[in-house]
C-alpha cells in the first residue's frame, strides 16, 4: 500500500518535473515565462492524430511503432518550439518581460484556436499504447508499466540534460546565458544559437509530457496542457525562478504532495486538495520568496 | 408635415414586429469548444422548426430563426442574447450549459420571453436559477444518477457501490448526488467508498490505489464524469485491472471516445434515446435519419434529442396559448404531464421546469460496443431538496 502510493507520488511528481524544467529552460536563458507551454504540449498531443473535425479521430503519426514516434514527436515539439521562437519571441527579444509574458499568452490563444479549427471542440480518444497499462508486480504493490516507464524516462531525461549542460559547449552557454545574459554575449556566446536551443529542448520536452499523458489517459482535448502549465509554472516559481534543479525539485514535490494530500485528506476535504497544496505553496513562499533554489541572477546585488 | 415624418418614423421602427414569421433566436456557441455541443442540439431544433414549417407552421405563420454566436464566453453569452433580440426574437434558444447559457437567457427573462436550454442538466438552468420563462427539456443529473442506482440494482445484482465524482462541473456533482440519494434505499445495498478527482488530473493512480484497497472489489463504481476526464478514468481504472461494472450519466453518450481503452466491457450509461439504431421506438430511428439526411453523419450522441423535443414541446404550448407571449406560454407549458414526445413522456410543472423523472434508455459497452439493452423508469421522481442539494 505505501509502496504503491510512492509510485503514485514519484510518477506524478516526475511528469510536473519534466513540464517545469520546460519552462524553467526558457526563463534562465531569455526571462520569458512562456505560458504557451502548455499549448505546446496540446499541440503534440495532437500531432498524433489526423486533422479532422470528425468524433472519431483516425491516427497519424500515433500509428508508427514506438521507435519512430517517439522522436518523430519529440521534433514536432522542438520544431514547433523553435519556429515560436522564431516568428514571435525573435521580434520581440529586446522588449520588456511584461511584453513578453503576454505575447506568449497570445501564441497560446493562437494555438488553441488554431486546434479547434482543424480538430474541433469534442475530446478525441487515442489508444496509445495500450499494453503500457498493464499493472507489474513489484514487492507489495502492483504498478502500471507506464508509471514505470514515466519514473525510468524522468531519471534518464534528468541525468542527459544535466550531462549536456554540464559537458557539452551549448550547455556551457546556457548556463552562462542563465547566469548574466549580457555578460555572456561579451563574452562570444552566440545569443539565437543558445535561445533556440533553449527552446528546442523546451519544445520537446513538452512533447515528452504529451506522450505520458495520452499514454496515461487515452484523450485529446484542446484544453489539456492548461492544468499541466499551471502547476509546472509554480514549481518554477517554488524552485526558483530560473533554476533548474529547483525547478525539478519543486515539480516532484508538487507532484508527489498531490498524491498524498489525494491518499492522506479525510474524503470532506478531498475536493479541496488542491487548495490544500497552493496553501502549502503559499508558506514555502512566505518563508523563501525568492524560491527554493534561487538562481544568481535572481538575487538584487548590493 | 412634421407629423407625417413622424408617424412614418414610428411606422419603420415598428415594422420588425409587424413581420409574419415567429422568430426564434438562437444565442448559442457557434465558435470555441461548446460548439461541438451546442450544434448537434441546435440542429436538431432546425429539423423540428423544418417540420412544423413545412406542415403549415405554428399559428399560421412560418418560424424564422435568427442566430448570435457566443463564443463559449459567459460575458458574450448576454450580448448574443441582446444581438437576437435585436434581431426581433420572440422566444430564445440558450447554449447546452447553464454558465455559458445564462447570461443570455437572463436577457430573455428581461424581456417576459420564454428561453430554453439546449441541453442544461442542472437544476439552476430553470425557474432557479433563470426565472418563472425559463425551461430545459432535458433530463437532470440526479435523474440520470439515480436510474444507474435502481437498474444496477434490479437488473445487475448490485450491493455495493464506490462513487467516484470528478469535481469539474455542476453536472457531475448532480450525477452523484442522485446515486447516492437512490441506491441506499435500496434492499441490501450500500456505497462502501467514494472519493474524488479532478477532470484534468495527469493521473488517477491514487484514487485507484484507494479502491484497490477495498476488501473486495466493489460491484459498481458510479463515475460521475464528463470527457476528457471519463475516458482517462475508465481507461486507468480498466488498466489497473479492476473489472467492477462502471456507470456514468448520459454525458458520456457517443462512441467517439471508445478507442481510449480498446476492448472495454461492463460500461453503462442511460439515455434519452439510442443513436446506435437499435432504440425500440420507430420515431427514434426517423429522427436520426432525418439528422443524417440533414447534416450528412449520424448524432454523435444523444446531446440532439432535447434540441427537437424542446422546439416540439414549445410549439405545442404556443398553439394550446395561441400565442408567443412569454406568461401565456409558460402556464401551458406547466400543465403537460407526461405529455408524449417521440423520446419519451415530459412534463413540467410551477415548481420544476425540468424532468425529475423520465424513461431512460440503458445503453452498455461490451467488447467495445455499445447497445441498447434495457429500459428504466425510475420508481418515484427526485424529491426536490435532493435537486436543490439540501
Known amino acids: 500500500m505505501s509502496l504503491q502510493i510512492l509510485f503514485d507520488a514519484l510518477s506524478l511528481g516526475g511528469i510536473y518535473a519534466i513540464a517545469a524544467l520546460g519552462i524553467a529552460l526558457i526563463f534562465g536563458v531569455m526571462k520569458l515565462v512562456n505560458f504557451a507551454h502548455g499549448q505546446f504540449i496540446a499541440c503534440s498531443v495532437f500531432a498524433l492524430i489526423l486533422p479532422s473535425a470528425d468524433a472519431v479521430a483516425v491516427l497519424g503519426l500515433g500509428a508508427l ?28 527579444r529586446n522588449a520588456s518581460p511584461v511584453a513578453l509574458m ?36 513489484l514487492l507489495s ?37 542563465a547566469e548574466d545574459f549580457g ?46 502549465m499551471l502547476v509546472a509554472f509554480i514549481a518554477t516559481v517554488m524552485g526558483g525562478m530560473g533554476s533548474l534543479p529547483g525547478a525539478v525539485a519543486a515539480g516532484l514535490a508538487l507532484g508527489a504532495v498531490s498524491a498524498l494530500l489525494q491518499a492522506f485528506l479525510p474524503p470532506e476535504a478531498r475536493p479541496f486538495r488542491d487548495a490544500f497544496l497552493y496553501g502549502l505553496v503559499i508558506l514555502v513562499l512566505l518563508f523563501r520568496p525568492q524560491g527554493l533554489f534561487a538562481s544568481a541572477s535572481a538575487k538584487p546585488r548590493v | ?122 437544476v439552476k438552468a430553470g425557474i432557479q436559477g433563470v426565472g418563472p420563462n425559463s425551461f430545459s427539456s432535458s433530463v437532470l443529473a440526479p435523474v440520470q444518477g439515480a436510474t444507474m442506482a435502481e437498474w444496477a440494482h434490479a437488473k445487475r445484482n448490485a450491493r455495493t457501490a464506490y462513487v467516484l465524482e470528478d ?17 441506499p434505499t435500496l434492499e441490501g445495498a450500500s456505497i462502501v467508498g467514494s472519493d474524488t478527482f479532478k477532470n484534468d488530473d495527469a493521473s488517477i493512480a491514487s484514487q485507484i490505489t484507494r479502491i484497490k484497497a477495498l476488501g473486495a472489489e466493489p460491484d459498481v463504481i458510479m463515475l460521475c464524469s464528463v470527457m476528457p476526464g471519463a475516458a482517462a478514468a475508465v481507461r486507468q481504472i480498466r488498466a489497473a485491472g479492476i473489472n467492477s461494472l462502471i456507470l456514468n450519466g448520459s454525458a458520456v453518450d ?48 444523444q446531446y440532439a434529442y432535447p434540441g427537437y423535443v424542446l422546439i416540439d414541446l414549445w410549439a405545442k404550448a ?35 421546469h425540468h424532468q425529475n423523472t423520465a424513461l431512460m434508455q440503458i445503453v452498455e459497452i461490451t467488447d467495445g460496443k455499445p447497445a441498447r439493452v434495457d429500459e428504466w423508469r425510475i420508481s418515484q421522481p427526485v424529491p426536490m431538496d435532493v435537486l436543490l442539494g439540501k
Open chain 1, 65 to 92: 511503432p514506438a521507435g519512430l514516434l517517439i522522436p518523430a514527436i519529440l521534433l514536432f515539439g522542438a520544431g514547433l518550439a523553435v519556429l515560436a521562437e522564431a516568428f514571435v519571441f525573435r521580434p520581440l
Open chain 1, 102 to 137: 503576454v505575447a506568449s499568452f497570445a501564441l497560446g490563444i493562437l494555438l488553441q484556436n488554431l486546434l479547434l479549427v482543424t480538430y474541433g471542440g469534442r475530446p478525441k480518444a487515442i489508444s496509445l499504447w495500450p499494453e503500457l497499462g498493464q499493472p507489474v508486480r
Open chain 1, 141 to 177: 504493490a502492483e504498478i502500471p508499466l507506464l508509471q514505470l516507464f514515466v519514473i525510468g524516462a524522468v531519471g534518464v531525461i534528468l541525468a542527459g540534460l544535466a550531462l549536456m549542460l554540464k559537458r557539452t559547449r551549448i550547455g556551457l552557454e546556457m548556463r552562462a546565458a
Open chain 1, 183 to 228: 555578460m555572456a554575449r561579451l563574452l562570444g556566446v552566440r545569443a539565437n544559437r543558445v535561445i533556440s536551443g533553449a527552446f528546442a529542448l523546451s519544445g520537446a520536452l513538452a512533447a515528452v509530457v504529451a506522450l505520458v499523458l495520452v499514454a496515461q489517459t487515452g484523450v485529446a482535448d484542446v484544453r489539456m496542457g492548461g492544468q499541466i
Open chain 2, 1 to 122: 408635415m412634421k407629423y407625417t415624418t413622424s408617424l412614418l418614423a414610428l411606422l419603420a421602427l415598428a415594422a420588425p414586429v409587424q413581420a409574419e414569421d415567429i422568430t426564434i433566436g438562437f444565442a448559442i456557441a457557434k465558435s470555441g469548444w461548446m460548439e461541438a455541443y451546442d450544434t448537434p442540439a441546435a440542429t436538431a431544433a432546425k429539423i423540428r422548426i423544418d417540420e412544423i414549417n413545412a406542415a403549415g407552421g405554428l399559428l399560421g405563420q412560418q418560424i424564422k430563426v435568427v442566430e448570435a454566436d457566443t463564443r463559449t464566453d459567459r460575458a458574450e453569452s448576454a450580448k448574443a442574447g441582446l444581438d437576437v433580440l435585436d434581431q426581433g426574437a420572440q422566444m430564445m434558444v440558450v447554449s447546452c450549459d447553464y454558465d455559458f447559457g445564462a447570461p443570455a437567457a437572463l436577457v430573455a427573462e428581461g424581456e417576459g420571453m420564454n428561453s430554453f436550454f439546449l441541453c442544461a442538466e442542472d
Open chain 2, 167 to 183: 469535481t469539474f462541473i455542476e453536472y457531475n456533482k448532480g450525477i452523484c448526488t442522485g446515486f447516492d440519494w437512490m441506491f
Open chain 2, 254 to 301: 457517443g462512441s467517439y471516445w471508445l478507442d481510449a481503452t480498446p476492448g472495454l466491457s461492463g460500461f453503462v450509461l442511460p439515455v434519452q434515446g439510442s443513436i446506435h439504431g437499435d432504440d425500440p421506438r420507430p420515431e427514434v430511428e426517423t429522427f436520426n435519419a432525418a439528422y443524417e439526411a440533414k447534416t450528412g453523419a449520424r448524432p454523435a450522441s
Open chain 2, 318 to 352: 404556443v398553439e394550446r396559448a395561441g400565442s408567443v407571449d412569454g406568461a401565456a406560454v409558460t402556464a401551458e407549458l406547466e400543465k403537460m404531464q407526461d405529455e408524449p414526445t417521440a423520446f419519451g413522456p415530459r412534463s413540467f410543472s410551477a415548481e420544476l
